[in-house]
């Protein structure tokens, strides 16, 4: 299957700070990515949509200044936790689906962020 | 309001035996569901996925049905292996622009014992 990459796949920051989170496709054309979060022992719930070239779309409930998303290029998508809270804390993880393909998207490794 | 329910928290199988794992959904726009294995703190790796077209799909040892009427999915895998114990996550997903848009059941914590 395709490879998507993430980094870091853990930070820890203090609070008050910003973060970020890469997510690459390495073999493909991502001409859309998404970003989800799980918290411990639940699912994954889809934050944004990423659209290179575009603004993201979010999901509702989702603050869109707090968790910025820019995706410059057909291969890289970056979200950024900007003023980090303790609440913040959980595992982001990234898909992107190949453009040439309409069927399923592909996962990074996750990033473990935790707000001390 | 949870699209995409999988009831059973966890699942526990014997070595060689079949595992089914259950998932069911209510949004009758989705149309391609996904079936997800996961190890803590690491991503999604792809399993099997369907079209709502169909409803059977194998693929070695992974079989996913679905029921469309009964908006019911399942994950047989037989034979079970210890290193098939982790977390299961079934998926969903519209049409068009809403692929690769998933929305996930809560998992099934699936534990095969030798």
């Known amino acids: 299957g395709a490879v998507v990459s993430q980094h870091p796949s853990w930070v820890i920051c203090k609070s008050g700070t910003s973060v970020k989170i890469e997510c690459r496709s390495l073999?493909?054309?991502?001409?859309?990515m998404f970003w989800y979060r799980q918290f411990p022992k639940q699912s994954l719930m889809l934050m944004a949509t990423?659209?290179?070239?575009?603004?993201?779309?979010?999901e509702q409930g989702v603050e869109k200044d707090k968790f910025l998303i820019n995706h410059a290029s057909l291969t890289l998508s970056t979200l950024t936790v900007t003023s980090a809270h303790p609440e913040d804390s959980s595992f982001y993880i990234c898909?992107?689906?190949?453009?040439?393909?309409?069927?399923?998207?592909?996962f990074g490794q996750g990033t473990r962020l935790t707000v001390v | 309001d949870q699209q995409v329910k999988q009831n059973s928290p966890s699942l526990s199988v014997q070595e060689g035996r079949i595992s089914i794992l259950n998932c069911d959904y209510t949004n009758s726009m989705f149309d391609y569901f996904l079936w997800y294995k996961k190890y803590p703190a690491e991503g999604p790796t792809f399993l099997i996925s369907?079209?709502?077209?169909?409803d059977k799909n194998e693929d070695g040892r992974f079989t996913v049905f679905l029921n469309k009427s009964a908006k019911h999915l399942s994950l047989h895998i037989v034979p079970s292996q210890p290193g098939d114990s982790a977390v299961y996550f079934c998926a969903a997903s519209g049409r068009g622009t809403s692929y690769g848009k998933l929305t996930f059941g809560q998992g099934t914590i699936l534990t095969v014992h030798p």
């Open positions: 369907i079209s709502s077209i169909k």
């Open positions: 990423s659209n290179e070239g575009s603004k993201a779309t979010y």
């Open positions: 073999d493909f054309q991502a001409t859309t």
């Open positions: 898909s992107a689906r190949d453009f040439h393909s309409f069927t399923e998207a592909f």
